[in-house]
């Protein structure tokens, strides 16, 4: 929290409201808490007053024109802050002043003196440094002379002031005024108007610094909250981007569709979008992730809009996620509204809070389409930027999910694709009779990601996504699938067995041929020894023939001599 | 008219407004309601704390304490006639 140079600051231990001005209300000088009837005006003011007194050794002097004290103490009782107890110890003082017109006649001059008697008691017995007027206008209907009223209510103003006790005052709205006897004209420090407006049959409360002096503010409309827990304002337009970026990866809870990220999942931190059709299967997709961060030891919640708890945790069974036990474990938390119970900012600010107070590594909103019936589409669209803000400024993951009415629809009624890290597009597609569930990543930044289409199926392992497959006419899912992957077994079988005849020819014909060759390979070696001994039986004449030639010239020679 | 009045006039101080109640008081009372009245003046900044026992917002208030129900003038009294008028003497 920084503060502003020049001026002390008050904090009123009202959530949000402190980082929304810096610090608190001006210290010393009185603020205008200014809104209709019940609006929150007293509790806000008992906020201040109370946190003042408990947390920060300041006690607080309660001014009540209307209520009764006791009345005052049991109205903040349910929200535990001890006031009973603080009042006790004299940390925390009432001045009940009632002022009944019926017994009261005006003659001649007069001033408020002696209110200011009570109130300067009051503050010296308690030592106060806060002080709550609650709600003084109600002194114009007990005294006629308006003149004499203003005149003493700005010397209490600055009589507050001078003694430097921090006051709220608080004052009803008027019409075309911010209060009905022109309070603000009084105060010029701080001025901060409620609201409570009804529209579509649902109300919401905004909160509005009209005028702050002496430091930068907002100036716009902020939601905020009564419920159990008190007053909380949620500053939440104020958030930027400059949020921390993760490099770190999350599992989706289905590893086949971490597959198809390389690198394992999605970024921590970044806000995806889970889109389509009814019964496409993106709750299941969401209780799929929440079981993977839960598993890995971290803590997720489910907003829904359209399930119970029980229900969620009895559907998701028959997928074979238990989140049952993870809500045992407290590692989960769903929450479950109607999206017509509140306003679009109340479901905000509902939404922001439960995630400030539980701290979850994952938000799941299911489904963000919801939202539609109840505020018109820039609102939802800002709502939801808020809401994704507030989750990348916290590292949050954030899944929401959209029910979109056209097949394949790529586009949001928010208009929230640009917003998203990542959009996974469910398809729930009727093909020869039946309908098939398919997945595909339609963005996924910062991430490489596989371009197909895959098939998913949930059993009571879990979801699962098929291999790719793709026949001569496309991808096919389901029946088709199978039966295209049965007739191509078919088809693979005749054709070993066309081969395998071939092959029993071809052996055949190999063995023949070697059977023949050994034939003409016998043949030639019979002839090559004919040839041989042929060729031995001629030297083996010649030889003999020679010989006799000469055994018959030597016979001649010796009969008679040539 | 048995019971006498039981006033109690609350000022502050030495104020034009507080002096100029109790002269005015006094000069009534004792004009229209000679002996049948009692007068207590308190001084609330001697006293602050009789302020919120009375409950007392401005100065001077004069409370009719008896005859019940209590009343409250506030204001210097300066018209002797609704003074008297709303301490309804002479009407019970």
């Known amino acids: ?562 | 008219m048995d019971e006498p009045l039981k006033l109690t006039l609350f000022v502050a101080g030495q104020t034009p407004k507080s002096l100029a109640a109790i002269r005015n008081l006094k000069t009534i009372c004792e004009t229209h309601l000679a002996g049948k009245y009692l007068i207590e003046v308190i001084d609330l900044k001697e006293h602050p704390r009789l302020a919120r026992e009375h409950n007392i917002v401005a100065i001077p208030t004069l409370v009719r304490q008896l005859p019940v129900p209590i009343r409250k003038i506030i204001g210097d009294l300066s018209d002797s006639e609704k003074v008297l008028i709303h301490l309804k003497v002479g009407s019970e």
């Open chain 1, 1 to 562: 929290m920084t503060r502003a140079a020049g001026i002390d600051k008050s904090p009123t231990g009202i959530e949000g409201f402190d980082e929304l001005t810096l610090g608190g209300l001006p210290a010393g000088r009185p603020t205008l808490v200014c809104g209709t009837a019940g609006c929150g005006k007293t509790l806000f003011a008992s906020t201040f007053l109370i946190h003042g007194a408990r947390d920060h050794d300041e006690p607080g002097l309660f001014v009540t024109f209307e209520e009764r004290p006791s009345d005052l103490v049991a109205n903040v009782a349910s929200l535990g802050f001890g006031l009973d107890d603080l009042v006790a110890r004299q940390r925390i003082a009432f001045e009940y002043v009632q002022v009944d017109p019926s017994e009261l006649a005006e003659i001649g001059e007069y001033d408020l003196e002696a209110l200011f008697l009570r109130l300067g008691a009051a503050i010296d017995e308690i030592g106060a440094k806060r002080v709550v007027l609650d709600t003084i206008e109600s002194l114009f209907s007990a005294f006629s002379n308006p003149a004499i009223l203003r005149a003493e209510i700005r010397r209490l103003f600055d009589w507050l002031k001078d003694r430097g006790m921090t006051t709220v005052i608080t004052g009803e709205r008027g019409d075309g005024a911010l209060t009905r006897q022109g309070l603000e004209e009084y105060v010029s420090d701080c001025v901060i108007l409620l609201d409570h407006r009804v529209q579509n049959q649902v109300s919401t409360r905004r909160l509005r610094i009209v005028k702050y002096r002496g430091t930068s503010h907002g100036t716009n409309e902020y939601p905020f909250l009564i419920d159990e827990d008190g007053f909380s304002v949620l500053p939440v337009s104020a958030l930027g981007l400059d949020h921390v970026v993760h490099e770190e990866r999350i599992s989706t809870g289905v590893p086949d569709l971490d597959a198809m990220l390389s690198g394992g999942g999605f970024h921590r931190g970044s806000s995806i979008l889970v889109s389509g059709v009814a019964g496409s299967g993106k709750s299941s997709l969401g209780a799929s992730f929440v079981n993977a961060t839960c598993a890995a030891g971290e803590r997720a919640m489910y907003f829904s809009f359209e399930e119970s708890a029980s229900q969620m945790v009895r559907n998701m069974r028959s997928i074979g996620i238990d989140l049952g036990r993870w809500i045992d474990t407290g590692a989960l938390r769903h929450v479950s509204n109607r999206p017509t119970f509140y306003s679009l900012e109340m479901h905000l600010a509902v939404i922001l809070r439960e995630i400030a107070t539980f701290r979850p590594s994952l938000v799941v909103i299911d489904p963000i389409s919801a939202f539609g019936t109840s505020g018109d589409l820039t609102e939802v669209q800002a709502m939801l930027l808020r809401v994704v803000d507030f989750l990348k400024a916290n590292g949050i993951t954030g899944l929401f999910t959209h029910l979109s009415h056209v097949q394949g629809q790529i586009a949001t009624d928010g208009g929230l694709s640009s917003l998203m890290d990542g959009w996974i597009l469910l398809l729930n597609r009727e093909a020869n009779g039946e309908f098939n569930r398919e997945l595909y990543l339609l963005k996924a930044r910062g991430i490489r990601h596989s371009n197909q289409v895959r098939e998913f199926v949930f059993d009571e392992s879990g979801i699962h996504l098929l291999p790719p497959f793709l026949g001569e006419a496309g991808a096919l899912t389901g029946s088709a699938r199978r039966a295209e992957e049965a007739r191509l077994r078919r088809e693979a079988a005749r054709h070993r067995a066309v081969a395998e005849t071939m092959r029993q020819d071809l052996l055949q014909k190999q063995a023949q041929a070697r059977a023949q060759l050994d034939l003409l390979q016998a043949e030639l070696a019979g002839a090559a020894a004919a040839l041989e001994r042929l060729d031995a039986d001629e030297s083996l004449n010649r030889q003999q023939a020679d010989e006799d030639l000469r055994i018959m010239r030597e016979s001649r020679a010796g009969q008679g001599a040539d």
